[in-house]
């Protein structure tokens, strides 16, 4: 059974550091590994979505890696601002055609 | 907005209530997927259709959850006799079928139950 997790829970830095958020899964049998951001109480907004040929994928000030033969995926936010902050999930899709999804890492930018 | 859309968007019943859900896909997307996502949880995947026909559910879609998608089309996903633990946000997705298409998430429905 897959199982997804993001480390750390939960993230406070101040405004303009670059961060690094973890993922790691069970199983190295996927299609795809998708970040996205959720803001509280809202819907999920897609950041990346890298197919398992794929080794990462850029958009702006993020850039997220994978490494399907060991299980993680990285996501890099660079000059971090006080708009970044959010919970930040993780999520893969597996053959089954299911999206399993982390917990979820809280993100606050410290002004 | 071609988006994926969900109605309502919050949800406020009593305890024992009957409560219905609708997600519109986005155009030509036949397949469609219901999750839910308790606080401080990632979603968790309940059910999901391609065309009208309801391909896989949950175990965690009790017998009070049934969800449809008569024409398939737009999905109704309806709790029965709600109780608190169904509290919760509601998430639709819908996509294309093949491995790398991605699933589209709607803005959720969040359900309250007193």
């Known amino acids: 059974k897959q199982e997804v997790t993001q480390i750390p829970a939960a993230l406070s830095v101040p405004e303009g550091e670059n961060l690094v958020l973890n993922c790691s899964f069970t199983d190295s049998a996927i299609y795809n590994l998708q970040w996205f951001r959720q803001d509280p109480g809202k819907g999920l907004t897609s950041l990346l979505l890298i197919q398992s040929s794929q080794r990462e994928q850029t958009s702006g000030r993020l850039n997220a890696s994978l490494d399907k033969s060991s299980g993680r995926s990285t996501l890099y936010i660079a000059a971090s601002q006080p708009g970044d902050s959010a919970t930040y999930l993780c999520a893969v899709r597996g053959r089954d055609d299911k999206i399993i999804f982390g917990k979820g890492t809280r993100l606050h930018i410290l002004p | 907005d071609t988006g994926v859309s969900q109605n309502p968007r919050h949800k406020i019943t009593k305890r024992g209530q009957n409560v219905t859900f609708r997600c519109d896909p986005i155009s030509e997307h036949n397949r469609l997927y219901w999750y839910r996502q308790t606080l401080g949880q990632g979603p968790e995947f309940l059910t999901y259709f391609q065309n009208e026909a309801q391909l896989e559910k949950s175990r965690l879609l009790s017998d009070r959850f049934s969800a449809e998608r008569p024409k398939g089309s737009f999905s109704t996903l309806e709790i029965q006799r709600t109780e608190q633990g169904d509290s919760a946000m509601y998430l639709c997705?819908?996509?294309?079928?093949?491995?790398?298409?991605?699933?589209?998430f709607g803005p959720g429905t969040r359900l309250t139950v007193l």
């Open positions: 997705a819908s996509s294309v079928p093949g491995w790398y298409n991605e699933q589209f």
